[in-house]
């Protein structure tokens, strides 16, 4: 593997201009204005047998202005300026490629490069819309430095309002990003950014890579957006989608030129069946220039800190996954079944990304658990900083919907959160998109579903069912940020227990908007108790930036009781102490402790400003005593549920 991409490598550095100029080729590619007033056009359409470009500017004439042809399948068109030396294109006009195939027919395509496209109302296929503007927008703050402990806010900018239409990116600047930093997060993880021709794909379906979504507002609100996260300390990830592609051929790059290939595999190898997309042909040096290029574009352009990379497991296997179960046999990752072209080119994305922009972060989205996909492609892995570690949230589920609370396994649970290789990086979380969406609920939903909507307001009595689902979900989502991994991830809105879950208008609920949105005036709401959940989150934040656990070596974990049902474990000179006995509660409990000296609560889930019921006195003091106790050489009795920190 190490080979292919060391191959690969050194024949990018071979071409003109080497790595720098091929993963910049967003310059050349596309349509741009010159200093001159004069149009520079390139494409790549290997299976054209001619290339014209057609829109406003010429009155729509099909055939006016031909592309000449050039070696390897590339096209290219200049267009003088008029006599004033203005464009001939204007900002804001619309245009398209014409490309005539080698059966004779004249097909319209949108360019892969395009940086802007709209659909207008009422219409099914996107516009090209030539985005130049004489003003281009300038950053004003600088990229923060890479956070130690990465704290991720997962975010989709089109509902992040409670009202019912698609929220805007001057929206998400003016009334999210505070409500993020005052959350604790350091990082945003961008959903749905990349322009995609349908809404209820949640951004996975692109048809324009090179766009940012119209659907939120222009290019230049979406550089805002970032500029001010900037200012607030925060770094902002997109969740980019290099996996596959929309289908779409008139708005979209399939068929491009005329052929079923260009960007893609030609027959079967081209097509997943599942997500019923084009595959890319990693192989492909026109396909890396675009991808790698496009990488770069989101970090030079618009300003993004790193990138999610979603499907990885699908990229990784020529199965994609589909039908396979990974037990973690080493079998199961090396072997024809592994494609190798897919594994190359992630090893070429992140030695580009960390050799030119050393501070950007990459996570890949991986279910497989493949090998040294977290380790440095200097010593042959993928090169991502961090992978996701899914089998946390779908095991909370899994725990919440089969057992009864006294059938809940310890041992289970913390194999479940330690269950990685060793220096390589996670993204812990209880749960993201993926749990929320139509056909699943939110965590606090599967705890107390449908008292939700009658019994969580303050006035009324707290029942045994909100309870239970208040005290679990502080603690489900303290235990995993603890203890699960290197980093944490909360899907926008369950940090104060969103209820219900997501689906996008979509026909088959009459395009309704009521539940692809966020209910945020839930958690402002001072007599309502999801105002204990959004102070919980915040407080845990607050104190792993404090103290950095998630950067702290692992955990050393003391006891796993399965009668007593309590976890207690060290991270980040923190003694984290979990009870999840559903009716014991417990005093003068001991646990383990490898520092000696007083200790004191730092963080408690009973507190009353959490929704608890405030059983502990927090200014008691805890001392250590002498006492060997589970392989530790110091131990303290403690009381009920609470975390401590020693002094």
Not at 28 to 41: E, L, N, P, R, V
Not at 102 to 122: C, D, F, L, N, T
Not at 329 to 354: R, T
Request: proline share 4%.
């Amino acid at each position: 593997r190490y080979a292919l991409f060391e191959d690969r490598l050194k024949n990018i550095e071979g071409f003109e201009g080497g790595l720098e100029k091929f993963t910049k080729s967003y310059q050349s590619f596309g349509i741009h204005t010159k200093a001159d007033g004069g149009i520079y056009c390139k494409e790549w359409a290997p299976g054209a047998e001619a290339v014209f470009l057609t829109g406003d500017f010429n009155d729509w004439n099909p055939f006016s202005h031909p592309y000449r042809k050039l070696d390897f399948g590339k096209w290219e068109l200049h267009i003088p300026p008029n006599e004033d030396k203005s464009p001939l294109i204007q900002h804001g006009s619309k245009i398209k490629v014409v490309i005539k195939t080698k059966s004779g027919e004249v097909i319209y395509r949108i360019s892969p490069w395009a940086k802007y496209v709209v659909q207008e109302e009422r219409k099914v296929v996107y516009d090209w819309v030539h985005w130049e503007p004489a003003i281009p927008y300038k950053h004003q703050h600088e990229r923060p430095r890479r956070p130690k402990s990465v704290r991720i806010y997962e975010s989709h900018v089109g509902i992040a309002s409670p009202e019912g239409k698609i929220a805007s990116y001057k929206n998400f600047t003016h009334n999210v990003l505070p409500k993020i930093k005052e959350l604790g997060y350091n990082c945003i993880q961008m959903m749905a950014i990349m322009e995609h021709a349908y809404y209820a794909s949640f951004g996975y379906q692109i048809t324009s890579f090179f766009a940012a979504s119209s659907r939120y507002g222009t290019p230049d609100d979406l550089k805002e957006l970032i500029d001010v996260a900037h200012s607030m300390g925060i770094v902002v990830l997109l969740d980019v989608v290099h996996s596959h592609a929309s289908k779409n051929s008139e708005d979209g790059l399939n068929q491009f030129d005329g052929t079923d290939s260009c960007f893609f595999h030609d027959g079967p190898r081209g097509n997943h069946d599942l997500w019923d997309s084009r595959l890319f042909d990693y192989a492909n040096w026109e396909v890396l220039r675009f991808l790698l290029s496009n990488l770069r574009w989101w970090i030079e352009v618009y300003g993004f800190d790193g990138f999610r990379f979603d499907g990885v497991t699908s990229m990784l296997y020529h199965h994609h996954g589909i039908g396979s179960g990974f037990s973690g046999d080493y079998n199961e990752y090396f072997g024809l079944h592994v494609n190798e072209d897919s594994l190359a080119y992630l090893m070429l994305a992140n030695h580009m990304v960390h050799s030119q922009f050393p501070d950007c972060i990459t996570i890949a989205e991986d279910v497989s658990g493949m090998p040294a996909l977290c380790c440095p492609t200097s010593q042959g892995g993928c090169g991502f900083d961090y992978r996701l570690a899914m089998a946390v949230p779908d095991k909370w589920i899994q725990i919440i919907k089969e057992l009864k609370d006294e059938e809940w396994d310890m041992g289970n649970i913390v194999y479940t959160l330690i269950n990685r290789r060793y220096n390589e990086k996670c993204i812990a979380y209880a749960e993201s998109h993926d749990q929320a969406l139509v056909g699943d609920k939110t965590l606090a939903f599967w705890l107390m579903d449908a008292e939700m909507y009658t019994n969580m307001s303050v006035m009324s009595p707290l029942t045994p069912v909100i309870d239970r689902g208040i005290q679990l979900h502080k603690m489900i989502r303290l235990i995993t940020h603890a203890l699960g991994g290197e980093g944490y991830l909360n899907f926008i809105g369950n940090e104060f227990g969103h209820p219900e879950w997501l689906d996008f208008p979509r026909k088959g609920n009459n395009e309704s908007y009521h539940y692809a949105r966020r209910q945020f005036h839930l958690a402002d709401d001072n007599l309502l108790r999801y105002r204990f959940l959004y102070a919980f989150d915040r407080d845990m934040n607050k104190l792993e930036e404090k103290f950095g656990w998630l950067s702290a070596p692992p955990a050393y974990i003391s006891t796993k009781h399965e009668g007593d049902k309590i976890i207690a474990f060290e991270r980040g000179n923190l003694l984290f102490v979990f009870n999840f006995h559903p009716y014991k509660s417990f005093t003068g409990y001991r646990v383990a402790v490898n520092s000696p000296g007083k200790y004191m609560i730092a963080l408690d889930t009973d507190a009353s400003d959490y929704g608890g019921h405030q059983r502990i006195n927090h200014r008691t003091e805890f001392f250590s005593e002498n006492t060997h106790f589970n392989n530790r050489s110091n131990s303290l009795l403690v009381s009920i549920i609470f975390l401590l920190i020693r002094m």
